[in-house]
């Protein structure tokens, strides 16, 4: 019995050993390749054959590792971001409490001019049509603000399962796709600022937007790139959520101790974490040699790769400065206009890009201002170091408030951010107790039943290995709203009891009608 299920297993099962996978990225954020990078690196090293179309093509490929780049087809993110864009608040819309909503939606809007900017570009990259004709056994794609490669997969005939990738906290359009429970009671939207407990208003925000985005996903992309494919192939293809609907599984850059518990499903696999190297590279001397001289520890500050923290207004660097310099500890800030060995000012060392996750495992660096960043907050809760979080936008707000709701950190806003404001921020996040409540949050976070890039790598093999054979989705993506809500069998239970109450009124009636009958001839009889 046993040879005869290994014998079946071996016949039916691709085989794993070498597999030819396709990994396709069309998002111009390096941020979110640098969360994909060791997973594709690691199948290859495994004697995979992987194939990777991205914007940011690794240096020393491993054998067996094929790179189509896009450069050139569309400006890159990096350091892009001009920090007076979130001084201005408006103080009308501010006191109506609608800021923040309208903020989320303009945020969001540049998204789409970005996903089909680059969509009609890629449809006539020939290098990616070269790389479509091939036949694969897996893909994987970036889901996030695009699904033209779903639309291109589809074209070139390409029938492998698809497995997704998401560098952040599932966006608001992704659950639908694999059935994946997004109740907007409870489940945060990924650009909110809520935790899974929300107040009514709260929760109204959190619905109000969660119908808006997935509208707005659907028309302002999908419809966009379906259209932008038809016309460049000239025939119609199906609708983009509908091949999106195919997909086997999705990995996330999640993990519930950190980002907060949410229903998974047998294909929505947490591995967040799977971008960190272990290898501890060695720390530039100049850096160390700071790091060693400081007498109470280093505070490390940066607001990650997109935002070009030279832009900032001079009032608020000096706020910045000002709230700094009254620390007894140290202060190494990333900071594009610095010197090459570093700019220095009393307590404040400037440098140009740090190795951060190197630092933030330093035993002198106890705590770290950032933007909320998933990488960045990844890091640190590795490291166990508490966080001062600033965000900024996308999904920066509600990472602050996961940070905050698991006691390893502190969110302040920038827009009113004052030196009273940081300082006692800052107090707060270098005080013992967060110190201690960070290394909980890092050991809790660590504990786990395998490695965060093991897991991916599992998972993926095993969509390898069974394809649409073993269905890790929920049949629910394929329900209809009515069905889905059971508001058909709401209906029926109403009209079910409308119609008891009234066949028991008349009956009851009946029955008065008798009883009343019948005393008024016993009075009679008095
Ligand atoms: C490269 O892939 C082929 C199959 O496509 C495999 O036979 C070979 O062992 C792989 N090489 C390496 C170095 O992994
Ligand atoms: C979904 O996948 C199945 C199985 O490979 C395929 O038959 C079907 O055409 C796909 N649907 C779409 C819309 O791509
Ligand atoms: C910093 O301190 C460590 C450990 O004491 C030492 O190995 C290293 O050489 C020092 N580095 C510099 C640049 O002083």
Known sequence: MRTLAIILVAIFAVNVQ??????????????????FDPLLRTLAERGHDVTVVSFFPIKNPPANYTIVSLEGLAA??????????????????????????IRQILDFQP???????????????????????????????????SDCMLGLMHVHGLKAPYISLSSS??????????????NPSYVPLVSSEFTSQMTFLQRLENTILNVYYKTWFRYAIQMKEKAIIEKRFGRRIPDLQEIAKNVSMMLVNTFHSLNG?????????????????HSRKPIPHYIERFLNE????????????????ATIPKYKEEIIVNALSKLKQRVIWKYENSNEEGTLSGNILKVKWIPQYELLQHEKVIAFIAHG??????????????????????????????ATTIGLGKAISYADMSEKSLLEGLQSVLSPEMRMSARRASKIWQDRIADPLDTAVYW????????????????????????????DVAAVILLSFVFLILVLRIVLNQILRLFGAGTSKKEKLH
């Open 76 to 101: 890159q993110g990096v350091e892009t971001i001009d920090l007076s864009y979130f001084d201005s608040q408006n103080k009308l819309l501010n006191t109506l409490g609608i800021e923040k909503v």
């Open 460 to 487: 993926v093999e095993r969509v390898i290995r069974w394809g649409h054979q073993d269905p890790l989705h929920s049949t629910s993506k394929d329900m209809g709203f009515i069905e889905y809500n059971l508001l």
């Open 169 to 182: 906290a599932m966006m608001q359009w992704s659950a639908d796709r694999i059935g994946v429970n997004d």
């Open 18 to 35: 070498s597999a030819r996978i396709l990994g396709l990225f069309p998002h111009t954020g390096k941020s979110h390749q640098m969360v």
């Open 373 to 402: 960043g998933l990488l960045g907050m990844t890091e640190a809760i590795s490291a166990g170091k508490p966080m001062l979080i600033v965000p900024f936008y996308g999904d920066q707000m509600v990472n602050g408030a996961a």
């Open 111 to 145: 998204l789409a001019d970005m996903a089909t900017g680059i969509c009609s570009n890629i449809v006539d990259f020939v290098p990616l049509a070269n790389a479509m004709k091939k036949s694969y056994d897996v893909i994987l794609v970036e889901n996030f603000n």
């Open 294 to 309: 400081s007498e109470h520890g280093v505070v490390l500050f940066s607001w990650g790769s997109l935002i070009k923290t």
């Open 261 to 277: 518990v949410r229903p998974l499903l047998p294909g929505v696999i947490e591995v967040g974490g799977m971008h960190l190297d």
